[in-house]
């Protein structure tokens, strides 16, 4: 895989970077997201393909890109196809920041210390040439505005956009709504944007985070069925309750 193109996880990075600020939209949300956009970056590459609401690897061998062979290999290990919203929802520790940090070597983004209420170190990151960041909203704009359905990649941009809640940042105000709508209406267009999309959507509001068991069976019919151990938690998914929609994403 050739570095002469940006992948999806960089481009929706750099959207929700603001350029005064030097700060990320939608944090949380955008470590799912991240996540997601891995996904549709492997697919596009030819290295898994949707399996119904799952994720099989199809093709094991290396992309080129370290960060997304990283991915690769940890669904190779998986042995089996797996759920959308348990990949997504898994650990992702440091995702945000491996990017922010790729972004920095490749010239895109640069570092810029500071402190917060005067004490607390911190670090933003200031786009070194915002016209990247143009052209790629630029795109989002163009298939808004014309109706033409886009191509797979940016119709993958604009689901995972979406679905982190980028809408209002980059189409903000009673003015903006409309094209929120649109950037909406473009999952459809990618569907396999449109399963990661809905995916990250569904690990926010809690959906299906974990598999539902079936009531402990009393202590007679254990006895006389066999007693069986509960199921295992799919790995990578916490079983701990949360509390309030947004607390169920799974930090990273």
């Known amino acids: 895989m050739g570095r002469s193109r940006r992948t999806i996880p960089e481009e929706l990075l750099l959207l929700a970077l603001d350029p005064t600020t030097g700060t990320t939209a939608q944090p949380q949300s955008l470590d799912l997201g991240l996540a997601g956009a891995q996904l549709v970056e492997l697919a596009l590459a ?35 196809p797996v759920r959308a919203v348990h990949w997504i929802g898994g650990p992702r520790l440091g995702l945000r920041q491996t990017y922010l940090s790729h972004l920095e070597r490749c010239g895109m983004v640069h570092a810029v210390a500071g402190q917060m209420c005067g004490v ?31 191509d797979p990649r940016t119709a993958a941009l604009a689901a995972l956009a979406h679905a982190v809640g980028l809408g209002k940042h980059l189409y903000p105000g009673n003015e903006g709504r409309s094209s929120r709508s649109r950037l909406r209406d473009l999952i459809r267009h990618d569907p396999m944007g449109g399963l990661v999309a809905h995916a990250v959507m569904d690990v926010q509001n809690g959906v299906a985070a ?30 701990q309750p949360r509390r309030g929609p947004m607390a169920r994403a799974v930090a990273h």
């Open 46 to 80: 030819g290295r898994i393909a949707p399996d119904g609401d799952r994720i099989a690897v199809v093709a094991p061998r290396p992309t080129g890109d370290p960060t997304l062979d990283c991915a690769l290999e940890l669904l190779r290990r998986r042995g089996a």
């Open 120 to 150: 607390l170190p911190t670090t933003r990151y200031q786009a070194t040439d915002t016209e990247i960041s143009r052209e790629i909203k630029a795109r989002l704009d163009n298939a808004i505005r014309t109706g033409v359905p886009p």
């Open 210 to 239: 974990q598999p539902r068991r079936s009531p402990a069976p009393s202590p007679g019919r254990q006895a006389a069925a066999g007693a069986r151990p509960a199921p295992e938690p799919a790995r990578g998914v916490s079983m």
